[in-house]
């Protein structure tokens, strides 16, 4: 499938020993940068377009900085960021690199608390300022915070209104500097609360900074701010007075996973990076809940406490699909499911021909997909090759088991990802050339005219490769007969939870839609769906629902997989050409524990993602569907 730009990365530790101890047990304090920059490695699939660390120390004096920030734009971010860090340790003797003592007091990014982020941005915006971690400033210690995230909130609009209502002056419209101030605000409000504490206790100078660091909770600056935001989001945070904390939303849209044992407390986005950068088993890391938030104190100190009350289980299924790294336990097994039970679907789709049909995937994260799809063939042609044996009626020959144990499954790397589009050229024609170009496939890998081609791809959403690349290349085998699948049902409906797929008219399942309505003469629904939306607006979100949903209503899915073909079809292909989707059922049954549907069904967990979806519709058109209406 063609690339989505989709939610970010996230990675924090927390050392509970002094640097010394992990100089003495492995060679160097630098444990905790070391263990985060492969944290993040190991992550970069959840970011390209750039990332971002910070650091805080626990014990400096005054006039020395204690909270430190690195960050970079491109693909080779991680490793600009760290070689960035690691230049300020060129010019030491081995005898100061090995003094975790110096290092705790003379060196930057020698301390104890560090977080990461790789980011993927979801709103069009570009620039270092954008990106991850964003840090507030004062000399309370305090009152520094340092904030990233993975999340998207759909109600910006709200929760700016009110902290400007509150006096508050942002300096940037965007989610993530609306929830730092937010944050910073309410942060700078219980700082005060123990300053007036601490007085009233009769404590003065430095005893009042103790009291302030020793005592702040997190848990009040969560319990403050969260509850205002409507979106999927794991938030993760560091103070300067050495607060740790992660939260992940009340719907459970986005994930989370922490470890603790005596030596280090850590959190990441995905459970198979801990597991690989600590040597852990599947069972010791644990998934942060939905409502929580993963909290460590100054001291140490580690719990996860409820914030909010969970509003959902909505955890997103798609992040299983295609967003997720495939070495997770559970989800390799996921992903082999969803190739499994598309078989039939198939089957009937090549006409029950399995001797003539070979059977690939579009790299590369269908590859699991394709390896289920496989095995449940192989299940098919053995219980084809036992009902034969015993349909014999007699001791079979060994050229009889033969003929019969020789029918197998039929498995080509047909399609190969060549090049990438060279973007220095900006004519249109030269482009589109490229672009059909990006895609290989391997020549002689089946008989021409005669075998079937399956190939299996994890989603389809614009269809843009397909039209561009995929299709035409394909064709050159000349097989009987194209069966494109994917993984995932038809993705119909915007994602407003992290991933840059927020307009109607991207996906090729929504103008597969407005086509048939138009092929129909069925104006009327379009322009009553539009009315009705703008109905719905004038609602409270609470009694908002999705009516775009209504669009889909008189069509089947057959009907829009066909009129797909007729969409994506290149000019000058004449093979036939099969889409077979994912069922909403399949998904289910493959992936129970991840409900969040809504790209395929418009099931929003939310009330700002029925709000926007709404929206969406209106915007679509007033936009594109007018104008297209005037030629």
């Given at each position: 499938?063609?690339?989505?730009?989709?939610?970010?990365?996230?990675?924090?530790?927390?050392?509970?020993?002094?640097?010394?101890?992990?100089?003495?047990?492995?060679?160097?304090?630098?444990?905790?940068?070391?263990?985060?920059?492969?944290?993040?490695?190991?992550?970069?699939?959840?970011?390209?377009?750039?990332?971002?660390?910070?650091?805080?120390?626990?014990?400096?004096?005054?006039?020395?900085?204690?909270?430190?920030?690195?960050?970079?734009?491109?693909?080779?971010?991680?490793?600009?960021?760290?070689?960035?860090?690691?230049?300020?340790?060129?010019?030491?003797?081995?005898?100061?690199?090995?003094?975790?003592?110096?290092?705790?007091?003379?060196?930057?990014?020698?301390?104890?608390?560090?977080?990461?982020?790789?980011?993927?941005?979801?709103?069009?915006?570009?620039?270092?300022?954008?990106?991850?971690?964003?840090?507030?400033?004062?000399?309370?210690?305090?009152?520094?915070?340092?904030?990233?995230?993975?999340?998207?909130?759909?109600?910006?609009?709200?929760?700016?209104?009110?902290?400007?209502?509150?006096?508050?002056?942002?300096?940037?419209?965007?989610?993530?500097?609306?929830?730092?101030?937010?944050?910073?605000?309410?942060?700078?409000?219980?700082?005060?609360?123990?300053?007036?504490?601490?007085?009233?206790?009769?404590?003065?100078?430095?005893?009042?900074?103790?009291?302030?660091?020793?005592n702040v909770k997190m848990?009040?600056?969560?319990?403050?701010?969260?509850?205002?935001?409507?979106?999927?989001?794991?938030?993760?945070?560091?103070?300067?007075?050495?607060?740790?904390?992660?939260?992940?939303?009340?719907?459970?849209?986005?994930?989370?996973?922490?470890?603790?044992?005596?030596?280090?407390?850590?959190?990441?986005?995905?459970?198979?990076?801990i597991q690989t950068t600590?040597?852990?088993?599947?069972?010791?890391?644990?998934?942060?809940?939905?409502?929580?938030?993963?909290?460590?104190?100054?001291?140490?100190?580690?719990?996860?406490?409820?914030?909010?009350?969970?509003?959902?289980?909505?955890?997103?299924?798609?992040?299983?699909?295609?967003?997720?790294?495939?070495?997770?336990?559970?989800?390799?097994?996921?992903?082999?499911?969803?190739?499994?039970?598309?078989?039939?679907?198939?089957?009937?789709?090549?006409?029950?021909?399995?001797?003539?049909?070979?059977?690939?995937?579009?790299?590369?994260?269908?590859?699991?997909?394709?390896?289920?799809?496989?095995?449940?063939?192989?299940?098919?042609?053995?219980?084809?090759?036992?009902?034969?044996?015993?349909?014999?009626?007699?001791?079979?020959?060994?050229?009889?088991?033969?003929?019969?144990?020789?029918?197998?499954?039929?498995?080509?790397?047909?399609?190969?990802?060549?090049?990438?589009?060279?973007?220095?050229?900006?004519?249109?024609?030269?482009?589109?050339?490229?672009?059909?170009?990006?895609?290989?496939?391997?020549?002689?890998?089946?008989?021409?005219?005669?075998?079937?081609?399956?190939?299996?791809?994890?989603?389809?959403?614009?269809?843009?490769?397909?039209?561009?690349?995929?299709?035409?290349?394909?064709?050159?085998?000349?097989?009987?007969?194209?069966?494109?699948?994917?993984?995932?049902?038809?993705?119909?409906?915007?994602?407003?939870?992290?991933?840059?797929?927020?307009?109607?008219?991207?996906?090729?399942?929504?103008?597969?839609?407005?086509?048939?309505?138009?092929?129909?003469?069925?104006?009327?629904?379009?322009?009553?769906?539009?009315?009705?939306?703008?109905l719905e607006l004038k609602?409270?979100?609470?009694?908002?629902?999705?009516?775009?949903?209504?669009?889909?209503?008189?069509?089947?899915?057959?009907?829009?997989?066909?009129?797909?073909?007729?969409?994506?079809?290149?000019?000058?292909?004449?093979?036939?050409?099969?889409?077979?989707?994912?069922?909403?059922?399949?998904?289910?049954?493959?992936?129970?524990?991840?409900?969040?549907?809504?790209?395929?069904?418009?099931?929003?967990?939310?009330?700002?993602?029925?709000?926007?979806?709404?929206?969406?519709?209106?915007?679509?058109?007033?936009?594109?569907?007018?104008?297209?209406?005037?030629?």
């Amino acid at each position: 499938m063609e690339q989505l730009k989709h939610e970010c990365g996230v990675a924090m530790i927390r050392l509970l020993k002094p640097l010394e101890y992990y100089q003495q047990k492995y060679g160097t304090w630098m444990y905790g940068l070391n263990k985060l920059y492969l944290m993040m490695e190991k992550q970069h699939n959840r970011g390209q377009e750039g990332a971002g660390m910070a650091c805080v120390k626990l014990e400096t004096e005054p006039g020395n900085e204690y909270m430190f920030r690195e960050r970079a734009m491109g693909s080779n971010a991680i490793t600009e960021i760290f070689g960035t860090v690691q230049r300020n340790f060129v010019n030491l003797s081995p005898e100061q690199l090995a003094d975790s003592e110096y290092a705790r007091r003379e060196l930057p990014f020698a301390g104890e608390l560090y977080m990461g982020h790789l980011r993927y941005s979801t709103t069009g915006k570009r620039g270092l300022q954008y990106v991850h971690p964003f840090l507030r400033r004062n000399n309370w210690r305090a009152k520094n915070l340092c904030l990233c995230g993975n999340f998207y909130m759909t109600n910006i609009d709200e929760v700016f209104g009110k902290i400007t209502a509150q006096g508050q002056y942002p300096r940037i419209y965007s989610d993530s500097y609306i929830m730092l101030e937010q944050m910073g605000h309410r942060l700078d409000r219980e700082v005060e609360r123990n300053f007036v504490e601490a007085q009233n206790n009769g404590l003065e100078g430095k005893n009042i900074t103790k009291y302030i660091d020793d005592n702040v909770k997190m848990s009040n600056v969560l319990k403050t701010t969260m509850p205002d935001f409507d979106g999927g989001f794991v938030v993760c945070g560091l103070t300067g007075s050495g607060e740790m904390f992660a939260m992940r939303d009340p719907w459970g849209i986005r994930p989370a996973f922490w470890y603790k044992n005596d030596e280090i407390a850590v959190l990441a986005s995905e459970r198979p990076v801990i597991q690989t950068t600590f040597e852990l088993e599947c069972e010791d890391v644990q998934e942060l809940q939905p409502g929580t938030a993963l909290l460590v104190r100054r001291n140490g100190d580690c719990a996860v406490e409820r914030i909010m009350d969970q509003k959902g289980d909505k955890a997103c299924s798609f992040e299983r699909i295609y967003f997720s790294r495939g070495s997770d336990r559970d989800i390799y097994q996921e992903r082999k499911k969803l190739g499994e039970q598309l078989v039939p679907q198939i089957l009937k789709a090549v006409d029950y021909d399995t001797d003539h049909t070979v059977f690939s995937f579009i790299p590369n994260t269908a590859e699991v997909a394709f390896y289920g799809m496989l095995g449940g063939f192989k299940k098919h042609i053995n219980e084809q090759k036992i009902r034969k044996i015993e349909s014999l009626g007699h001791k079979p020959s060994h050229e009889e088991l033969e003929e019969i144990m020789g029918q197998y499954v039929r498995s080509e790397k047909v399609a190969i990802k060549d090049i990438k589009l060279r973007t220095f050229i900006t004519e249109g024609n030269s482009r589109n050339d490229l672009a059909a170009h990006v895609y290989d496939i391997t020549y002689g890998s089946l008989e021409k005219y005669v075998d079937n081609l399956v190939v299996i791809d994890d989603s389809i959403v614009r269809g843009t490769t397909l039209k561009e690349s995929i299709i035409k290349i394909l064709d050159r085998l000349h097989p009987h007969k194209i069966v494109i699948v994917s993984s995932s049902p038809q993705i119909r409906y915007p994602d407003y939870y992290g991933i840059d797929m927020s307009r109607l008219e991207e996906f090729i399942a929504f103008r597969a839609c407005i086509q048939l309505l138009k092929d129909r003469g069925m104006y009327n629904l379009i322009d009553d769906t539009y009315h009705n939306c703008k109905l719905e607006l004038k609602k409270p979100k609470s009694e908002m629902r999705n009516c775009v949903q209504d669009l889909y209503k008189p069509f089947t899915v057959a009907e829009l997989n066909d009129k797909m073909v007729q969409m994506l079809r290149p000019v000058g292909v004449s093979t036939p050409i099969e889409l077979v989707y994912q069922s909403i059922e399949g998904l289910h049954t493959a992936i129970p524990k991840h409900k969040g549907d809504w790209y395929f069904t418009g099931d929003y967990p939310t009330e700002g993602g029925m709000k926007l979806v709404n929206q969406a519709f209106i915007s679509y058109i007033e936009e594109v569907y007018i104008n297209e209406q005037k030629f």
